[in-house]
């Protein structure tokens, strides 16, 4: 079946980079938007950035923009996230999803299981 895999997270100290890493298969990878999606404890789901399918265009939360790069890779079925300058209020846990729109925060096709990001201050 159609599986999205995270992979990347970690333990970073604040003003540090990470780069997230989501494997697709079992799906037309090219034929959807992708998001990314973070959860903090006790928080509701909140969009951060967003690919259309074909990698043209582009959508980022405010607070990550400047800082955050999306980017794919269809011929591989891949998506990254490049995170710098990182701040302990991005820690979250970091979803892929696969949907026929970009901002999603709930509703999409397709859901990774997460990967954990922790900023220490």
């Known amino acids: 079946q159609a599986q999205l895999v995270e992979s990347g997270g970690g333990l970073v100290q604040a003003g540090g980079s990470l780069r997230l890493s989501c494997a697709a298969s079992?799906?037309?990878?090219?034929?959807?938007?992708m998001n990314w999606v973070r959860q903090a404890p006790g928080k509701e789901r909140e969009f951060v950035a967003g690919?259309?399918?074909?990698?043209?265009?582009?959508l980022y939360a405010d607070s990550v923009k400047g800082r955050f790069t999306i980017s794919r890779d269809n011929a591989e079925n891949k998506l990254y996230l490049q995170m710098n300058s990182l701040k302990p209020e991005d820690t979250a846990v970091y979803y892929c999803?696969?949907?026929?729109?970009?901002?999603?925060?709930?509703?999409?096709?397709?859901w990774g299981q997460g990967t954990q990001v922790t900023v220490s201050s």
């Open positions: 690919i259309t399918w074909g990698g043209r265009s582009t």
């Open positions: 999803a696969a949907a026929r729109r970009l901002g999603v925060t709930n509703i999409a096709d397709y």
């Open positions: 079992a799906f037309t990878f090219s034929s959807y938007h």
